[in-house]
């Protein structure tokens, strides 16, 4: 579970729970936390001044460099004049992937009078554009030092242990991944973080660079790799394969499960299967991050709710999804952010793709003020908008299948399957199929019922229940992430 590591004169620390006040003694114990300004403490009331002051000089900038926006504000009758504040932001249209995808570079800042700043530092890519090739995603010197400050203050606010060993478990990918880079990111801005890397992912036959899974479980054993990021479905998979060679993994004190959602009960497969190779009680943290905002936005204990360490950089709003009207606190709808502090990529009102609800309560557990992404569904903070799907008639919302079949003892991988009951006859029936990889001496019989009763209690449904190897769900030699919902239907129908 979750605590705060308070460095100590003879280099061991007192752990302690996370409260305010030991957050408090956390950042005092450490100077770099200590002389940080850090505005996810401020009172809202300044929190919000600064933003509005930020976001009227962005849109100075998105007034002499934008290309999109300017041509929406035209079209939508806008001038200068009628954008002052935050409040004035719903007068904006929604932006969505499909726009931002169909021209990347018109979302690109060109400003009259550019400085060194103003270079392009660099790339990385998002969702593929509408040709098929990934979307860039620009960013500036200035951009790279924000994201710095914002991953510095990441780090105090998960909780990190000061001067430890790191490992970036993100693959080393065929195109820039903010995975991997804000990774390295972490390792260059932590205290005193040596990091080390696994190097794994798809293989490029000219330059073989890539490494292994077994070399990544072997940098983490004998480097007593201390904290660790990566994809939430590979560090499990590694997990499971270090533990049947009955590896040492006594060092391991924080992960960061990144990329998808890790509810609950892969939280606690993983933690037990840790604790089996020596670790003591370590914290799994499922932080939410996306392309957009070049960075996660960090849990400061189990299940606290997804902190902006940054409010000088974004504002989130969650709006109706037919509206765009912004939602009150608690209520589930669209997740929008706009930049306040960005010379390169700049979005205002970008709709990310998911469905979430979010909060701006002060943190019962560390005391920042900053707002919150809220758990949403079951043990998972979001939904993707473009899973929602309907069967037999009846929308559902997968996460809730996801959260379920996850939270079920004696699965060690999983895949929920939309199909036909006859694939050839797309007019028949609709049917839910669920892909399970049983743990070793399980009663399927037992696990097979379990599933079924637990989604007839969710959905109102009955699953056919297959029993497959893990490989045939996901195989991380081959894929980034594991793909836990799949549609087979046809989409003409």
């Not at 009172?43 to 002051?53: H, L, N, S, Y």
């Not at 932001?89 to 499909?98: A, G, R, S």
């Not at 242990?161 to 478990?169: D, E, K, Q």
């Not at 599933?451 to 991380?476: C, G, N």
């Amino acid at each position: 579970m979750s605590v705060l590591y308070i460095p100590k004169d003879d280099g061991t620390y007192e752990k302690v729970p996370v409260t305010p006040e030991n957050t408090r003694r956390y950042i005092e114990s450490i100077p770099l936390y200590r002389d940080d300004d850090d505005p996810t403490f401020w009172p809202q009331e300044k929190i919000r001044e600064m933003q509005d002051q930020m976001f009227r000089r962005q849109m100075e900038w998105v007034w002499d460099g934008h290309d999109y926006y300017k041509r929406v504000f035209k079209e939508q009758g806008i001038e200068p004049g009628d954008i002052q504040s935050l409040d004035d932001l719903e007068k904006i249209p929604l932006t969505f992937k499909k726009d931002y995808m169909a021209e990347p570079d018109a979302f690109k800042l060109k400003p009259s009078n550019p400085t060194l700043y103003d270079w392009i530092f660099e790339v990385t890519y998002t969702t593929g554009s509408t040709t098929g090739v990934p979307t860039p995603f620009w960013n500036t010197i200035h951009d790279a030092h924000g994201i710095w400050q914002m991953i510095f203050r990441g780090i105090k606010l998960g909780g990190f242990p000061p001067y430890s060993r790191g490992i970036n478990l993100f693959p080393l990918g065929p195109v820039p991944h903010i995975g991997f880079f804000r990774a390295r990111d972490i390792g260059m801005m932590g205290l005193g973080t040596l990091s080390m890397y696994g190097c794994t992912g798809m293989t490029y036959p000219e330059f073989p660079v890539h490494r292994s899974i077994d070399y990544a479980i072997d940098l983490i054993e004998k480097g007593r790799a201390e904290v660790w990021l990566g994809i939430a479905s590979f560090i499990r998979r590694l997990i499971m394969r270090a533990e049947e060679q009955g590896r040492d993994f006594s060092a391991t004190k924080h992960i960061q499960a990144l990329g998808e959602a890790c509810p609950r009960g892969m939280r606690e497969d993983m933690r037990q299967r840790l604790m089996n190779m020596g670790a003591e009680d370590p914290f799994i943290s499922n932080s939410y991050g996306f392309t957009e905002m070049q960075g996660a936005m960090p849990e400061c204990t189990d299940f606290s709710g997804c902190h902006n360490p940054a409010p000088n950089l974004y504002f989130f709003e969650v709006v109706d999804e037919q509206t765009g009207k912004r939602l009150p606190d608690g209520e589930r709808g669209l997740i929008c952010i706009t930049h306040l502090n960005r010379r390169g990529t700049v979005l205002l009102r970008y709709v990310i793709g998911d469905i979430g609800a979010m909060t701006h309560e002060t943190c019962p557990y560390c005391g920042r003020n900053s707002e919150r992404i809220i758990i949403a569904v079951g043990s998972t903070y979001a939904t993707r908008t473009t899973e929602l799907v309907k069967l037999k008639g009846t929308l559902i919302n997968p996460e809730v299948l996801r959260d379920e079949v996850a939270n079920t003892p004696g699965v060690k991988e999983y895949q929920i399957i939309f199909t036909k009951k006859d694939p050839s006859d797309p007019y028949s029936l609709d049917e839910l199929v669920v892909k399970i990889a049983p743990a070793e001496g399980v009663d399927r019989g037992r696990l097979e019922e379990d599933i079924k009763m637990k989604l007839r209690t969710a959905v109102e449904m009955t699953p056919k229940v297959e029993f497959v190897s893990m490989e045939e769900i996901y195989d991380p030699t081959v894929a980034l992430k594991a793909y836990r919902v799949i549609d087979m239907r046809p989409k003409d129908m």
